[in-house]
């Protein structure tokens, strides 16, 4: 039995797992072709690391579950999965995906500051008066 690698993505609070096996280059997200996503924006992110491996992922079907996040941030972990995902079948892709964008292999870990009690925002206070 052949052992399925697991790769984990984050951003912000989506959280991307791909897995890449043999195969004719399908990818799938949510268990949904990426045509099949409306937002340009989305599937623009996405393919990013597909374009960068000139044809490399046409031999591997990678199939990501995402949850949680907004919509650019899901794109962002997805991209950095399928990233992963390609790099720890094809060595020689590591290069190139760090010199476009770190964040491709390197999760981005920053979140928004959580609110603070009796407070309106994360820093924000009541102004004071002093006259």
Do not use: C, H, W
């Not at 591997?60 to 962002?76: E, F, K, L, P």
């Not at 491709?104 to 009796?118: A, F, G, H, I, S």
């Amino acid at each position: 039995m052949k052992k399925n690698n697991v790769v984990i993505a984050k951003r912000k609070t989506a959280i991307a797992s791909a897995i890449a096996s043999d195969g004719n280059g399908r990818i799938s997200i949510n268990n949904k072709d990426i045509s099949a996503y409306s937002d340009a924006i989305f599937r623009l992110l996405v393919s990013e690391p597909l374009e960068l491996s000139n044809g490399m992922y046409r031999k591997y079907d990678v199939a990501v579950t995402v949850i949680g996040g907004g919509n650019t941030s899901r794109a962002q972990a997805v991209r950095a999965a399928i990233a992963k995902a390609l790099v720890k079948k094809e060595k020689s892709l590591k290069k190139p995906f760090l010199e476009y964008d770190r964040t491709l292999l390197v999760d981005d870990k920053r979140q928004t500051e959580p609110q603070k009690p009796y407070r309106s925002a994360a820093r924000a206070r009541r102004q004071t008066s002093y006259r």
